[in-house]
Nanobody, 123 residues
Framework: QVQLVESGGGLVQAGGSLRLSCAAS????????MGWFRQVPGKERKFVAG????????YYADSVKGRFTISRDNAKNTVYLQMNNLKPEDTAVYYC????????????????WGQGTQVTVSS
């Protein structure tokens, strides 16, 4: 099992930027793909972005493509989500997760989750 801890959330105005971090410990996280998801109250958790174990491949939800960038530093066991041009509809709790060997948007394929970090975008 791997432990994941997110940080970097907060309150930002529309058009602003935030950088989320997810620090991993435990199981060798560098051998697995990692993903960012988000969830608003009363709705299902949705895929935002994913990155392969090497960092060479990335995949984004259409709603964030061109605005968000996922990256990872395996030497630091950390994955990042750079969020630019934020919109009020990006407001959610953001979670990082790992588990699959390859990138997938399927929530059920991820077996380890962080506790989440709140991102609030004001209009």
């Amino acid at each position: 099992q791997v432990q994941l801890v997110e940080s970097g959330g907060g309150l930002v105005q529309a058009g602003g930027s935030l950088r989320l971090s997810c620090a991993a410990s435990g199981r060798t996280s560098s051998s697995y793909a990692m993903g960012w998801f988000r969830q608003v109250p009363g709705k299902e958790r949705k895929f935002v972005a994913g990155i392969s174990w090497s960092g060479g491949s990335t995949y984004y939800a259409d709603s964030v493509k061109g605005r968000f960038t996922i990256s990872r530093d395996n030497a630091k066991n950390t994955v990042y989500l750079q969020m630019n041009n934020l919109k009020p509809e990006d407001t959610a709790v953001y979670y990082c997760a790992t588990g699959p060997r390859t990138i997938t948007s399927m929530t059920a394929r991820y077996d380890s989750w962080g506790q989440g970090t709140q991102v609030t975008v004001s209009s």
